[in-house]
């Protein structure tokens, strides 16, 4: 199924993230929050484009990723993946200004496009987090 949970907003008039789970376990004991040290799965594209950029599934490896922290840019860490539970997918709708922004990624990005990331919460690494994050 796909539920539309709601947006983001940075501030007034800011560019906002949009969320929409696509899927969510039956039990949900522990749901991510800010400063947790997780590995996600993701397939990035370019909004109205097939074919991904990236996607961890074809680099052969999950991503480790510190919600909040900055890592990344910044559609990941506005409260998008706040709030997920284990084996969790949601798909976010990310505008230029969270993303890229001007510069694009190179020739595989577009200067100012929006992106979409379909993400999967695969697990937590509570016991491998890097220093100055504990």
């Known amino acids: 199924f796909a539920l539309l949970v709601g947006v983001t907003y940075c501030g007034e008039g800011d560019p906002v993230v949009g969320l929409k789970i696509l899927k969510k376990p039956k039990e949900c004991p522990r ?4 400063g947790d040290y997780v590995l996600i799965h993701y397939i990035g594209r370019v909004v109205n484009q097939d074919k991904p950029f ?19 840019f910044r559609g990941f860490h506005q409260g998008a993946l706040v709030g997920m539970c284990e084996k969790e997918v949601r798909q976010l709708l990310i505008p230029h200004q969270l993303a890229f922004g001007k510069g694009g990624l190179g020739s595989l990005v577009p200067p100012n496009s929006d ?9 937590w690494l509570d016991d491998e987090k890097p220093a100055g994050y504990r």
């Open 31 to 34: 749901k991510v929050q800010n």
């Open 54 to 72: 990236h996607s961890t599934y074809d680099a052969g490896a999950p991503m480790p990723l510190i919600i909040g922290s900055g890592q990344y």
């Open 115 to 123: 992106v979409e990331y379909t993400v999967k919460m695969m697990e």
